[in-house]
Every structure is written in C-alpha cells, then in structure tokens.
C-alpha cells in the first residue's frame, strides 16, 4: 500500500457525494430526498461502520458493568480485532480501527492515507465541523489496483475516559501499562476524536 495516487476525478465526486449525502434535508421541500446521489459504497461502508460501533459499544458496556474497566480491557483487546475481523470475512471489505494516538499500535497504526484524513479531521474538526458525522470517502489506486476507502471518526464519549482520558484509576492504568507497555491513547477529553473506523473496499 505505498503508492496511494489520489484519483482526482473520481476522489473530488466521491467526495461531494458524500457532503451531500451527509447533508440533513433542507426544511423547505424543494429538494426531494430522491434526488439526493446515494452512493453505494459510501453507503454500505455506513452500514459495516454502525455494526462494528454497536456490538463494540455493547460488549465494552456489558462488561464493565460486570467486572468494572480493568476486566474490560481485555474485552477490548479480544474482542475489538475480532469484531474487525468477523466483519472483513462477512462483508469483503477490510475494517479497522486507527488513531493518531494508538494504544494498540500494531494492529492500529495509520497508513500514510489514513494519517492524511486523521489530520484533516482534526482540522475539520478545530473550524467547528460536528465530530459525530465526520466521514471521508476515496477511490484510491493501490499496488493491485483500485480501492474505495471510507474513514468515519469516532468520538471521545464520557464512558471512553475510563480508559482513554487523563485521570484514570490506578488498577485500570497499571492493567493498561501491562497491556500496552507503548501506550499512547490516554489523555483524551470527552468530544476529541479518538480515532477513526476505517475500510477498504477492492473495486
Ligand atoms: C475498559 C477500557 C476501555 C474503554 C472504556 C474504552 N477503550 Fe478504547 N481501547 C481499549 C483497549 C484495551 C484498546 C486496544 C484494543 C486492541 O488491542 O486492539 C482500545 C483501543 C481503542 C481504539 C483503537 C485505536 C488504538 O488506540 O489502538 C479506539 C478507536 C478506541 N479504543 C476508542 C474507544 C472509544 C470511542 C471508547 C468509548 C466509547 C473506548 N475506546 C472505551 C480500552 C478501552
């Protein structure tokens, strides 16, 4: 994946696809929704993305209720590339999750594309843009040919902190420092962006 070409055309398309596509309707009814351009794969990346959230979500939830942060953090660290990977077999497209700042840097470390989105997603985010709804869609040309990448960002949420904010209980940070001896991930406030899914469709 080194020769990442940008396919300005198609790119500059996908992209205002996805603008509008993450547009709420206008109030006045003068633009039908059936009009709006859908496109697919922006679409059922969408989809991929939402499962990945709502059974991570789920499984980080119901254990920390059960154990509390410390057992959790080994759901996270089974579970989350589990998931991921139960996803790529199911759907076709590679899914992962990445960060600038990673606790789990192996799995999770930027490309150079995705450095590049990371980055404009901050700024997008410092000129006021809303983090829930940041996303960014791509044809790009790989080494065997072309690919449609989609990164979706994941906020900070209140529950995040436990693990990734900068005042974490001492059992669940010394469990962290077992873990994860290079941890970068911790210092987070509630609303940053913690990093983004991010998928790759062959086309
Ligand atoms: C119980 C502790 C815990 C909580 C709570 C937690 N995480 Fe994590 N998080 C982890 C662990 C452990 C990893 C590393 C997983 C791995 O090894 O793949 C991780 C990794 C991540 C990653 C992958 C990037 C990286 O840093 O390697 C993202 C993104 C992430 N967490 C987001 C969140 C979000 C968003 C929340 C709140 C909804 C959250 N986490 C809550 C423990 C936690």
Redo the contacts with the bound molecule.
């Keep these: 994946m080194k020769t990442l070409v940008r396919l300005a055309a198609a790119s500059a398309f996908l992209t205002v696809g996805l603008a509008i596509a993450e547009t709420p309707a206008p109030s006045v009814a003068a633009t039908p929704a059936a009009k709006v351009p859908v496109n697919p794969n922006v679409e059922e990346a969408k989809g991929i993305v939402k499962a990945f959230a709502t059974q991570l979500?789920g499984e980080?939830k119901a254990?920390?209720e059960e154990g509390g942060?410390?057992k959790?953090?080994g759901?996270?660290?089974e579970r989350?590339?589990a998931i991921a990977a139960e996803l790529s077999d199911k759907t076709g497209w590679q899914v992962k999750?990445?960060?600038l700042?990673?606790?789990?840097?192996e799995?999770?470390t930027p490309d150079a594309w995705e450095q590049q989105v990371l980055t404009a997603f901050e700024q997008r985010k410092a000129a006021g843009e809303d983090v829930q709804t940041m996303a960014k869609a791509e044809v790009v040309e790989t080494e065997t040919g072309k690919a449609f990448r989609f990164m979706k960002a994941?906020?900070?949420?209140e529950?995040?902190?436990?693990?990734?904010g900068s005042e974490i209980n001492p059992k669940?940070a010394a469990a962290?420092d077992e873990?994860?001896p290079n941890d970068?991930?911790r210092g987070y406030r509630q609303g940053d962006i913690?990093?983004?899914f991010s998928l790759i469709k062959p086309l």
């Design positions: 979500q980080l254990a920390i942060p410390v959790a953090i759901v996270c660290k989350a590339p999750r990445t960060s700042k990673t606790r789990n840097a799995l999770d994941i906020p900070t949420g529950v995040c902190l436990a693990c990734h669940v962290l873990h994860y970068q991930a913690r990093g983004a």
